[in-house]
């Protein structure tokens, strides 16, 4: 099925510890986006990417490093995870205003 | 920057009734677009309705329409025939052209709605 897919789905990191979550779409769109939801916050821009090859900052980028190589995937880097990252995250693409789809999310612990 | 406010945290409505949510939002972008997307437990974000604001008449999805004053900066969502399933959080989102080729979604902190049998 055409969409987004994330993965994983659920992540329990300890304090310091670095890892990847994964993010592709099959969409062929330009945008895509990484979002953290908190408990009545929203969701809250992380990075996001116009393009193969652009990324740039959102509204809560410490901590975390993206890249682009390629249309399909946007991976979301954390660097040294803390506990005020503990969240869920969704990874979002969109064509150029016509609404973004979104992820299943990944619910991230970190003891 | 742009700023987007649900002043209703929680609301209830019956099964079948009609019950409305509201939005505002601030900016002094001219192009951008405007969303309510679903959230129900499963956690998934669902697309509900969206307004381009260059768009006068007000979008409508079945039983989804909205309320849409570019004047007032507010965007409100009416839900008609409320059913079961519409059980969810509710978030109202705005989407502006940021001037480098980028859209990037700005989103309120959500109203709860639960619709009681």
């Known amino acids: 099925n055409a969409g987004v897919t994330q993965t994983p789905k659920f992540q329990v990191l300890k304090t310091g510890q670095s890892m990847t979550l994964q993010c592709a779409q099959d969409?062929?769109?330009?945008?895509m986006s990484w979002y953290r939801q908190d408990p009545g916050m929203g969701l809250r821009l992380i990075h996001y990417?116009?393009?193969?090859?652009?990324?740039d900052q959102g509204e809560v980028p410490n901590g975390y490093n993206v890249s682009r190589s390629t249309t399909e995937d946007f991976p979301l880097r954390l660097l040294s995870a803390a506990p005020s990252q503990t969240s869920v995250y969704f990874c979002?693409?969109?064509?150029?205003?016509?609404?973004?789809?979104f992820g299943s999310g990944t619910r991230l612990t970190v003891v | 920057a742009q700023t987007v406010t649900q002043s209703q945290p929680e609301m209830s409505v019956q099964e079948a009734e009609t019950v409305t949510l509201s939005c505002t939002y601030d900016?002094?972008?001219?192009?951008?677009?405007l969303f309510w997307y679903k959230q129900p437990p499963s956690r998934q974000m669902i697309l509900v309705i969206r307004?381009?604001?260059?768009?006068?008449q007000n979008a409508t999805e079945n039983r989804f329409s909205v309320n849409f004053q570019k004047a007032a900066k507010s965007f409100s969502l009416k839900i008609s025939d409320s059913q079961l399933g519409d059980t969810a959080m509710y978030f109202c989102?705005?989407?502006?052209?940021?001037?480098?080729?980028?859209?990037?979604?700005?989103f309120g902190k959500g109203t709860k709605l639960s619709v009681i049998p």
């Open positions: 990417s116009v393009g193969a090859g652009i990324t």
């Open positions: 307004q381009e604001a260059y768009k006068q």
């Open positions: 989102a705005f989407d502006a052209y940021s001037g480098a080729g980028s859209y990037q979604l700005t």
């Open positions: 900016t002094s972008e001219n192009n951008y677009y």
């Open positions: 969409m062929n769109h330009e945008y």
């Open positions: 979002a693409s969109s064509y150029s205003g016509t609404g973004y789809t």
